[in-house]
């Protein structure tokens, strides 16, 4: 287990019990996190400032306190509150809490078993993760779910191609329409990627498609003045007043097919040689780097 990783499974447990504190501690360090236990539901936040941990694991009558106490009093707390909370909690007792009420991500019934204990915390912090890392407008994966899945599908030695796609004269149109108006670019944006999903040998009709119905829908964004003029007046970086035509497309890809790709940080450079090329172009293009 690296540092990173490790750093990235850090719980906080907190338990009244010291026997059990110390098998749940033997249990998760085996399989790879580090831990930090507290007898009480308020540990002081100054210990956790150099190390802050990445979720809580609690254990109900932590301080005398109920399920419904404590997750109240930990969502109070400016640190922990934004933290994961998964309960253990006795099985008897799962039927008498309104869960929908409490804002906790999972529970572990006693007696629990110590492989579904580290299999519970490993799916609440994948949850989290793919939360974080999804933009809040589209929920399409960043860059961290990117670069997990095309390290994944390199180390599978499968055949993939990778797009990138870029919205040409997007900002001129914020400027112009304002960030709501924009914002629902992008929402039809991505309803076109994430209907067009498919195999490296057809990518070329993929993004084809996309270009033709990006094509077809973005003039009905603008208002009918500047869609008949066929531009927008806006302000470049510099301050200087400029012509910027109706929104296009530019789309470059790569492909195993072409060459092997052996680190994610093969395709940057090939990425950036092809974005060069497409944003020469006028109108809405696709480059791919299987042709010649």
Request: aromatic fraction near 6%.
């Amino acid at each position: 287990m690296t540092t990173t990783a490790t750093a990235l499974r850090r719980v906080l447990l907190l338990h009244g019990d010291p026997h059990e504190a110390s098998r749940l501690n033997e249990i998760l360090t085996k399989a790879g996190f580090a831990v930090e236990i507290s007898s009480e539901p308020n540990p002081t936040l100054a210990d956790f400032f150099d190390h802050p941990p990445s979720m809580l694991l609690v254990a109900e009558g932590t301080g005398g306190r109920s399920v419904e106490t404590l997750a109240r009093d930990l969502k109070a707390d400016p640190l922990l509150g934004r933290l994961p909370i998964v309960f253990l909690i006795r099985n008897v007792r799962v039927a008498d809490v309104d869960w929908e009420t409490l804002a906790v991500d999972d529970y572990i019934t006693t007696p629990y078993s110590p492989d579904d204990v580290v299999r519970r915390l490993r799916l609440c912090l994948s949850r989290m993760s793919r939360s974080l890392d999804a933009n809040p407008l589209t929920g399409l994966p960043g860059n961290t779910s990117i670069l997990y899945e095309t390290t994944r599908r390199i180390e599978l030695g499968r055949p993939f191609a990778l797009a990138y796609l870029d919205i040409d004269n997007f900002k001129a149109f914020n400027d112009r329409y304002s960030y709501g108006r924009g914002d629902e670019v992008l929402v039809v944006t991505c309803r076109l990627v994430s209907t067009a999903v498919s195999a490296p040998s057809v990518m070329d009709d993929i993004c084809q498609t996309i270009i033709r119905r990006f094509d077809l829908i973005i003039p009905d964004f603008y208002d009918e003045e500047d869609r008949t003029r066929g531009y927008v007046n806006s302000v470049d970086r510099r301050g200087n007043r400029e012509q910027y035509p109706i929104m296009t497309v530019s789309i470059v890809m790569v492909s195993t097919e072409t060459q092997p790709i052996t680190h994610a940080g093969d395709i940057s450079g090939r990425m950036a040689q092809l974005k060069k090329q497409a944003k020469a172009l006028q109108g809405s293009n696709y480059l791919s780097d299987r042709r010649k």
